[in-house]
């Protein structure tokens, strides 16, 4: 039986948190690569993650089937591993806010990949909402006034690469791991991850970079990313997609964006008319696109 119906509200009110936290995680990235390179970033938030979820795995050890680690695998990769490093490159030439606003086209990828790959239903108004979405990425994207862009700077693509990730994260988790318990799914998908990024940590400065007093601040910022960011809000994340569904759940960044906004404003950088047009464009798409399921949470 589906949660959505026990709690709605729940679902709401996680998905405020995960838009704030994830808003914020842009203008953390920003921070952290004042003294952490791109590696050592996007590996280091989700190494710091996993130690923060190894007592839950010892304790949930007996709670997920050995036939879903694979799921969990596919969902380490694409909802963490890759995207950490995409957002991380990114953030060496794009502003927090274009990121924001770039990752808003997650719940467009997440219907695509749904119709194509997990047969889910289509629909007129949804595939309008996709069309607009579309359109107003390649406004920003191609935008003079959109962070000095241009059609041979490939950065942005990097963030729109990670929301198809992102696509295929959501509808896996939908599909095959929503009706396990959402703390220890997140805790044994770090458990794929926090391997993986120590061998990468390996080949850097990481360890000396963030045990120097010297880079405390920095270091502050990347476990806050890392604990917060990555780990606490995986788990909220995945709660809403048992509680709504994978399409409710990516609409977070309905949000984000605007957090992202607030946080780049607040750091000195200076948003655009462009910019705002196109996440209006943006936006506007993918409310066609939740229309119909963010009224199906409303009444139930």
């Not at 963490?80 to 490159?89: D, G, M, Q, R, T």
Request: hydrophobic content about 55%; glycine content about 8%; charged content about 10%.
């Amino acid at each position: 039986m589906n949660d959505s119906s026990k709690s709605p509200l729940l679902a709401w009110i996680l998905l405020l948190l995960v838009a704030l936290t994830w808003g914020t995680s842009f203008i953390l990235i920003k921070k952290s690569l004042l003294t952490f390179n791109v590696t050592e970033v996007a590996a280091g938030r989700l190494f710091l993650a996993s130690l923060f979820f190894v007592p839950i795995m010892i304790a949930s050890r007996r709670q997920i089937p050995l036939d879903r680690f694979r799921y969990l695998l596919v969902s380490a990769l694409t909802g963490y591993v890759i995207p950490a490093f995409l957002f991380a490159k990114a953030g060496t030439k794009l502003n927090s806010s274009l990121s924001g606003m770039l990752n808003s086209l997650s719940p467009l990828c997440t219907l695509i990949i749904g119709v194509l790959f997990f047969a889910q239903p289509r629909r007129p108004l949804q595939i309008a909402g996709i069309l607009l979405g579309l359109l107003g990425s390649s406004f920003l994207i191609f935008s003079k006034g959109a962070s000095s862009l241009n059609v041979a700077d490939p950065y942005a693509f990097l963030i729109l690469s990670a929301t198809v990730l992102y696509g295929i994260n959501i509808n896996t988790i939908s599909r095959h791991l929503s009706h396990l318990p959402s703390l220890a799914m997140t805790a044994w998908t770090f458990a794929f991850i926090g391997p993986i990024s120590f061998v990468l940590l390996l080949n850097t400065d990481f360890f000396p970079k963030i045990t120097s007093t010297e880079n405390m601040q920095s270091s502050l910022f990347l476990l806050a990313l890392g604990v917060i960011g990555s780990g606490l809000a995986s788990v909220m994340f995945n709660r809403i997609v048992q509680l709504a569904s994978g399409l409710f759940a990516s609409s977070v960044t309905y949000l984000i964006p605007i957090v992202a906004i607030s946080w780049g404003i607040f750091d000195g950088e200076r948003i655009s008319f462009q910019q705002y047009l196109g996440m209006g464009i943006i936006l506007t798409g993918i409310y066609l696109v939740n229309r119909r399921e963010r009224l199906r949470i409303a009444k139930s």
